[in-house]
């Protein structure tokens, strides 16, 4: 069955026509800055990759240009969008009200409407990509599927803030996480790949653009890195992640900045763009510092410690961990990273194989030793997958 995966953003689109049974991607795609001039990044299989360039206003045109691109000409791969059986949606934030996926209705739209205060900047993109999907293929379901529901098992020790307890029941103010769907695909391969054990621990480290680290115990999320936000918990590409909360008056008195701009600039133009004053882009940030660049050393020492601190961590929460699994752009790529991350934690059980993580393989694989305690696995993710295998499993 096709399901049409969509992960809609202020200004941007993800796409990926996908196969359910077979995770077959039939084609992907992106659409950028949209309402600005407007870009299209499709590609057919693994080979086939066009660019094009045209005014996209809205993201109606946007979703309209991609229906297009998928039935017609040189890039198409349907003969009508009536093969979509069904459209997935990436939703960012499910508040307490999602712990599961669910077949978008009027009822589900007011509760996302509702959690807009949560995730300003993404609900109303994802509400919007729903109401355009059911404007332009009204007999298509969609299924919303949410990037928090997986770390609603939290328990209240985990997700509380030390604040006054009105504020979470009055105002919602809790940890709610993200990277959801990744964490639960890279937890449940993780359990197969130890024999589908009853009993596991699990620390996924999501390392991308936006990183965070979960611990997941028996198959559920029991603490994750990110919080209200998903400007908690790790440095990232461009987010600063947890930072003292008296840095954030200090920042807003010596630079004049008010509460949209000192946010921007912890989201924005912090993290390892900021320490580094290089790049977001990991791969550059090594090339730097293997020129001898200091601050490019020192960005790279910060982020690996960082994630050092929240393994040690969440290690400790779940009395020791059968696995670590590296996943996203960084998790999946970076020998580097992964070594100095797993670096002296032989006290701990993690014992690295270097030679194993220096093979440049984009495939699940274990790279410790065979003497360490504790499995080390590389295991790419595929939220795409998830989603589009909780959209078919709704309908179907
Ligand atoms: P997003 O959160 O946008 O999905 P990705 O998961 O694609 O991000 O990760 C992007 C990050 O992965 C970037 O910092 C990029 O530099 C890093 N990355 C990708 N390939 C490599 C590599 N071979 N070595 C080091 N870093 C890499």
């Not at 220096?358 to 410790?368: F, S, V």
């Amino acid at each position: 069955m096709l399901i049409f995966v969509l992960n809609a953003g202020s200004s941007s689109l993800k796409y990926q026509l996908i196969h359910a049974q077979t995770a077959e991607v039939k084609a992907s795609g992106l659409v950028e800055r949209i309402g600005i001039d407007g870009i299209l990044k499709h590609e057919i299989g693994e080979n086939k990759k066009i660019t094009f360039e045209c005014p996209i206003p809205t993201h109606k045109e946007a979703i309209n240009l991609i229906l297009h691109t998928l039935t017609h000409a040189e890039t198409k791969v349907i003969d009508s969008i009536k093969e979509i059986k069904a459209i997935g949606h990436r939703v960012a934030h499910g508040g307490e009200y999602f712990d599961k996926s669910v077949i978008v209705t009027p009822s589900v739209l007011r509760k996302m409407e509702e959690l807009v205060p949560l995730a300003p900047l993404h609900n109303p993109a994802n509400i919007l990509g729903m109401q355009i999907c059911q404007n332009l293929m009204p007999n298509t379901p969609n299924v919303a599927v949410f990037d928090t529901a997986f770390h609603q098992t939290m328990p209240e020790v985990h997700f509380l803030f030390p604040v006054p307890h009105e504020d979470y029941t009055e105002h919602y103010l809790r940890k709610y996480g993200f990277h959801g769907t990744s964490h639960y695909y890279v937890s449940q391969q993780a359990i197969k790949l130890l024999g589908n054990k009853r009993n596991t621990k699990i620390i996924v480290c999501h390392l991308g653009n936006g990183s965070s680290i979960c611990a997941v115990k028996d198959g559920k999320s029991l603490n994750t890195t990110m919080g209200l936000t998903p400007l908690g918990g790790l440095m990232m590409g461009t987010r600063s992640g947890d930072i003292d909360a008296g840095v954030i008056p200090y920042l807003m008195d010596k630079k004049g900045m008010d509460t949209h701009q000192i946010i921007d600039y912890l989201n924005k133009k912090s993290g390892m763009l900021g320490v580094s004053g290089i790049s977001s882009d990991l791969r550059e940030i090594i090339s730097a510092a293997s020129e001898g660049d200091q601050r490019a050393q020192v960005t790279i020492d910060m982020m690996c410690n960082r994630i050092r601190k929240y393994l040690c961590a969440y290690s400790g929460l779940l009395g020791g961990a059968d696995a670590i699994c590296f996943t996203a752009g960084i998790g999946e790529n970076s020998n580097l990273i992964r070594e100095q991350v797993c670096a002296n934690l032989e006290f701990m059980g993690i014992e690295l194989d270097k030679e194993k993580n220096n093979l440049l393989l984009p495939l699940t694989r274990e790279i410790n030793k065979k003497s360490s305690k504790t499995k080390i696995f590389i295991i790419p993710t595929n939220e795409e997958f998830v989603i589009a295998q909780d959209t078919y499993n709704l309908i179907k």
